[in-house]
């Protein structure tokens, strides 16, 4: 009986380390720090630091061209700063330079952030939000974008803001459209939508989504991420608020993450019209098929321009760096 009682302990020791060892913030957190490949490449800035099955990586950011990459950790030519020292260091960068620019709309309590970008081309510069739902992905989509554009465009890309809840509940639908970004199909910019989006139709606006009382903005920011890269994701350095709902305070802490708030003029669900340099929002998470519906009138409309090259689906991170440029 003692032996048994030695070897349920061992057992519930064993699992308590476990649980110990990989709870947040301890093997996810914020990280700044300058970085070099070498000392003639150009400085890249560290948002994340990371453990993944023993080994520790940096979640990083090129402030040119927003690209953003998974490298295994390195002290060489390595550098840690303060967000505040972040923004002196990149000032001149279009990563800081977009930050600053979005804080003059960070006063709205609803689609605060960047809203439109100006095209060197025709078209637009599609976000699909992925919102907790008990309802399947929309393909219709995925797969009409791949139909329209994919001989033009190849692969084709998008913006998707993705909440932790959704990846949690709809494993399959992710793994598809991760089969297709490895098919080259799509080219994703997968932007954090916060990991609960809650919600309460109860409530007025200022009191909702983010802003209820006792969110805890940094477990919706890095789990959301953390889920991201277990899942083979890398996150963006933007971030789209639940309901496009924030206020100044809120948005300004978010920022504080090295994150680029995205909002839309063109929630097609809600009415509105999209044009030219339109960064356009459809739900792809069931909930909104008239949404859904527009776009696909949309691009039919569009579809004589789209074959001749005259209609295009931009890559958001090239429009928001020469749109800052």
């Not at 709809?170 to 932007?191: A, S, T």
């Not at 139709?201 to 277990?230: A, C, H, W, Y």
């Not at 963006?236 to 920022?255: A, H, I, N």
Request: glycine content about 6%; hydrophobic content about 40%; overall charge neutral.
């Amino acid at each position: 009986m003692f032996k048994i009682f030695i070897a349920l302990f061992l057992v519930i020791i064993c699992l308590t380390s476990v649980r110990i060892e990989n709870r947040w913030p301890e093997v996810y957190q914020v990280y700044f720090a300058v970085y070099k490949d070498d000392l003639k490449a150009e400085k890249k800035l560290i948002l994340r630091k990371f453990i993944q099955e023993g080994k520790e990586y940096f979640l990083i950011v090129d402030p040119h061209t927003l690209n953003t990459g998974i490298i295994e950790a390195s002290q060489k030519f390595l550098r840690r700063i303060t967000w505040q020292e972040v923004n002196l260091e990149f000032k001149n960068t279009p990563y800081i330079r977009l930050i600053d620019s979005s804080i003059k709309n960070s006063s709205n309590v609803q689609d605060a952030g960047i809203i439109h970008v100006m095209p060197d081309q025709k078209g637009i510069d599609l976000t699909v939000d992925l919102c907790p739902s008990h309802k399947p992905l929309d393909k219709r989509i995925f797969t009409s974008i791949i139909t329209e554009f994919e001989k033009f465009d190849h692969p084709v890309p998008l913006a998707i803001s993705v909440s932790g809840l959704w990846m949690e509940k709809h494993q399959k639908d992710l793994d598809w459209l991760k089969k297709l970004v490895k098919e080259k199909k799509i080219k994703v910019e997968w932007i954090n939508h916060s990991f609960h989006h809650k919600v309460n139709v109860n409530e007025p606006l200022k009191e909702n989504f983010l802003l209820q009382k006792g969110t805890d903005i940094s477990e919706e920011i890095l789990d959301t991420e953390r889920k991201m890269i277990e899942e083979g994701l890398i996150p963006s350095c933007m971030f789209r608020f639940p309901g496009l709902v924030s206020d100044k305070s809120l948005y300004e802490k978010v920022t504080t993450f090295g994150l680029l708030p995205i909002g839309t003029d063109a929630w097609l669900a809600k009415g509105q019209k999209a044009y030219d340099g339109s960064i356009v929002l459809i739900h792809g998470n069931g909930n909104e098929p008239l949404g859904v519906n527009d776009f696909l009138k949309l691009i039919r409309k569009e579809g004589p321009n789209v074959r001749e090259g005259d209609w295009l689906l931009f890559d958001l991170r090239q429009s928001l760096t020469n749109e800052i440029r």
